[in-house]
């Protein structure tokens, strides 16, 4: 985030939004601040719909501190809170010291499953149909991977081959091109796609592949450890019945896989072809419970009911 462009987010937000609102939901730190304060001033009730948990102690500058104080506060002040799933309650609970009664659960996530099947990767980069397809959807940025996950597609057998689809704010992957392009020496194994997709392009992206990568690499913050079903990603695969491969240090993820039987949970990269092979060997079975997970606790419609049930009692 630049310097200043957090205080000019919320001044925008305080000067130019209308009187005619009854009820406020921001969903992240810089418009909890702004709604909150617009909220008392006005006396408008406002809901924080949290998508992202600041860790307090990796705010490290004045202007950081000032905005988790605030954002704390204004979080108490709220008539309830929103998070993605039981993990995150708790760590918004204890971070911000709030009631757990007025904590509610909506998943990042998506209105319907997709089960229809697409060619789109297969024919976008020519992939023969005796390769399952692994997808790894999106940041592709230093914060998020290393070279780990390239050198370990490098071992993978010839069945499986890795699409690296995303963006890179940071040009992290022009440091990745010559490592992918060794990989790939004796034959496609990994390869990058880029392109900015629309919704309905990026479904056909993803309802073309075979299996899912959840991945982020150790020693992240909180928010991303403890990323349960708040990670957009798991979502879109599981909706287009994607079994899926995480890293076993991704709290909430971990467990709702070992549990709902949808994926498997490994160690490090090193081992993600055989969590491949396990589930290619049932591949019909983590596929149909892929889509039961998300029909019993992901679909958007079927979680967001009780939230209107406690907006309509306003």
Request: glycine share 6%; hydrophobic share 40%; with cysteine.
């Amino acid at each position: 985030e630049k310097k200043g462009s957090a205080v000019y987010s919320i001044l925008k937000t305080l000067l130019f939004c209308p009187f005619r609102y009854d009820l406020l939901i921001p969903y992240l730190q810089n418009e909890l601040i702004a709604a909150g304060i617009l909220g008392i001033a006005r006396r408008i009730p406002f809901i924080y719909f949290s998508l992202e948990i600041v860790d307090a102690d990796r705010t490290k500058d004045l202007i950081g501190r000032v905005k988790k104080s605030l954002e704390i506060s204004l979080n108490k002040r709220a008539v309830f809170t929103v998070v993605q799933d039981e993990t995150r309650k708790d760590l918004i609970a204890n971070l911000h010291n709030i009631d757990r009664d007025h904590i509610f659960k909506v998943p990042n996530s998506y209105v319907g499953s997709k089960p229809e099947r697409s060619h789109y990767l297969r024919e976008r980069f020519g992939i023969p149909d005796n390769k399952k397809v692994v997808l790894y959807a999106g940041a592709i940025e230093a914060w998020a991977l290393d070279e780990q996950i390239i050198k370990a597609v490098e071992g993978w057998g010839d069945d499986f081959v890795l699409i690296m689809h995303g963006f890179s704010r940071d040009d992290y992957v022009q440091e990745l091109k010559p490592l992918i392009k060794e990989v790939n020496l004796h034959g496609p194994k990994l390869i990058l796609s880029l392109d900015v997709l629309n919704e309905e392009e990026y479904f056909n992206l993803v309802a073309s592949a075979d299996i899912g990568l959840v991945w982020y690499k150790k020693d992240l913050p909180d928010n991303v450890t403890n990323i349960g079903l708040s990670s957009g990603k798991l979502a879109a695969f599981l909706r287009c019945g994607l079994p899926v491969v995480i890293p076993s240090h991704l709290k909430g993820i971990r467990e709702y896989a070992e549990g709902s039987g949808f994926g498997v949970a490994v160690s490090d990269e090193s081992e993600i072809e055989l969590a491949l092979d396990m589930i290619a060997n049932n591949y019909a079975s983590y596929r149909e419970n892929a889509f039961r997970f998300f029909s019993d606790y992901l679909d958007y419609e079927n979680c967001f009911r009780a939230i209107l049930a406690e907006i309509d009692s306003l």
